[in-house]
């Protein structure tokens, strides 16, 4: 798969805490899926849920440091969407980026809205 943003340059681009970036089309997250995108040197995982909700929430796993979270497993626990981090499997709710296996722990959530056809993340939260 392509990437969503445009990696090209090493370089991050400036964003506004504030600012209202826009990612992707909405055609681009599939149900169920997540993808990556490269915010501001910020990674952040994109997700659209079976029902339609969408997610974004860093992309780092706080518990091994690597920047998976997008190849998680996403599903719902207890009418909850959550993400199973592919490396030991401990779930979040995308919602609130709470892990639902250790409470003290948790993933950092960003606004995300579909607006015209596309996609936007804020940083701000």
């Known amino acids: ?10 370089a991050p681009q400036r964003v506004s805490a504030d600012e209202w970036v826009e990612v992707c089309s909405s055609g681009r997250l599939r149900p169920d899926r997540g993808v ?20 974004a929430v860093s992309n780092r796993d706080p518990f091994s440091g690597a920047s998976v ?13 959550v993400v199973t981090s592919p490396m030991y499997k401990q779930r979040f709710e995308l919602s ?3 892990c639902l296996d250790d409470t003290d722990v948790s993933l950092q959530v960003f606004e995300i809205r579909e607006r015209s056809g596309s996609v936007s993340v804020r940083l701000a939260m």
């Open 96 to 98: 609130t980026g709470t």
């Open 36 to 55: 990556c995108a490269l915010i501001g040197g910020v990674q952040i995982a994109l997700f659209r849920t079976s029902v339609g909700e969408l997610f």
């Open 1 to 10: 798969m392509s990437p969503i943003v445009d990696t090209a340059s090493l």
């Open 69 to 81: 979270m997008s190849r998680g497993i996403v599903g719902s626990t207890a009418g909850r969407s």
